[in-house]
């Protein structure tokens, strides 16, 4: 079984490389992963850091590889290290050379710009290698810090979409977001979900520029959830408890420049109007207070803590309660 030019026989971790798309030098290439059981059975894909600068997946996963019993392990995981090189290089969750957001760009061009040629690849790599599901994990990056949620393509009901949300109630988190948003057309997820009818979730935890203990934690949950919800290891996947369903996101914006005193966490239930933090001027003077513009919801994600931040810029996401 190949992946790459990883190799793996019955009961073998394998890693290698695999090349993407090509930049003027040569060459853009992304380490892999390939762990085989002695079993035969299900096919897991794991895809890390379409966003340049979301570590604790790529971590994560790796440690979760490397800790399984391969010769009581039923199929195969392929796992693909880092989907955006590019980004990765700058600790940027966008491309820089041409400056899209790879995750809004699906299904690419194969003669489109850099990311667009790589979108066009990473899509079929999903189909090539993705069997019975695939994860996009992903962990806010340098400037924004998520709640443990996860992405399932909400808008229908064909046989991926409904295995894709069945499997978010599978690995571990409070918050399963069933999304049906225009920005959602252009994600890997949507078109692995549409074009290659396989169950996909986006499973995110972390960011601010960190990892922490918790968010690798809170990644191991989800990737020993979904094997067992493959059947490829022993146990029942968690069940979490006082979960918050998740529909429409609304991304929450300053109208005046100046730092950030963000006044919730990632993950807080919210009402209208309540207050969720403040711009404050360079002499300390409060200038905007911003406050919940959603009936019933709570903090997806927030803008990291007291950067100094541009009218226009997001502070926070909330995610409408379903
Ligand atoms: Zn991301």
Not at 8 to 13: K, T
Not at 133 to 159: C, M, N, Q, R
Request: aromatic share 6%; charged share 20%; net charge neutral.
């Amino acid at each position: 079984m190949k992946f790459g030019t990883a190799e793996a026989a019955p009961g073998e971790l394998a890693t290698g490389t695999i090349a993407l798309t090509s930049d003027p030098i040569g060459p853009l290439l992304s380490p892999v992963m390939l762990a085989r059981g002695a079993v035969p059975g299900p096919r897991l894909y794991i895809q890390c850091l379409i966003h340049g600068g979301e570590n604790v997946g790529p971590i994560a996963a790796a440690r979760f590889l490397r800790a399984l019993d391969l010769k009581t392990f039923k199929g195969s995981i392929a796992a693909l290290m880092v989907a955006n090189p590019l980004g990765q290089r700058m600790h940027s969750r966008l491309i820089p050379q041409d400056g899209t957001n790879l995750n809004r760009i699906f299904p690419g061009n194969p003669r489109g710009s850099v990311g667009e040629q790589l979108a066009d690849r990473l899509l079929a790599l999903a189909g090539e290698q993705g069997g019975d599901a695939v994860l996009d994990l992903h962990s806010g990056g340098e400037l924004t810090i998520t709640a443990f949620y996860v992405i399932h393509d909400a808008k229908g009901s064909s046989p991926a979409q409904l295995a894709s949300k069945a499997l978010s109630a599978q690995v571990g988190s409070r918050y399963q977001w069933g999304a049906t948003e225009d920005w959602m057309e252009g994600t890997f997820l949507t078109n692995v979900t549409r074009r290659h009818d396989k169950a996909a979730l986006i499973v995110e935890s972390g960011g601010g520029a960190r990892v922490r203990a918790l968010d690798l934690d809170n990644f191991r949950t989800a990737l020993t959830g979904t094997a067992q919800a493959l059947g490829m290891i022993p146990g029942t996947p968690p069940v979490a408890e006082d979960i918050r369903y998740g529909g429409n996101a609304v991304h929450v914006k300053c109208s005046q420049g100046g730092y950030w005193d963000c006044l919730v966490e990632p993950g807080q239930d919210m009402v209208a109007g309540e207050v969720m933090g403040r711009m404050i001027d360079m002499t300390g003077q409060v200038v905007e207070t911003i406050t919940c513009p959603a009936a019933q919801a709570w903090v997806g994600s927030i803008r990291r803590p007291w950067m100094p931040l541009y009218a226009g810029d997001q502070v926070v996401e909330v995610v409408e309660r379903k």
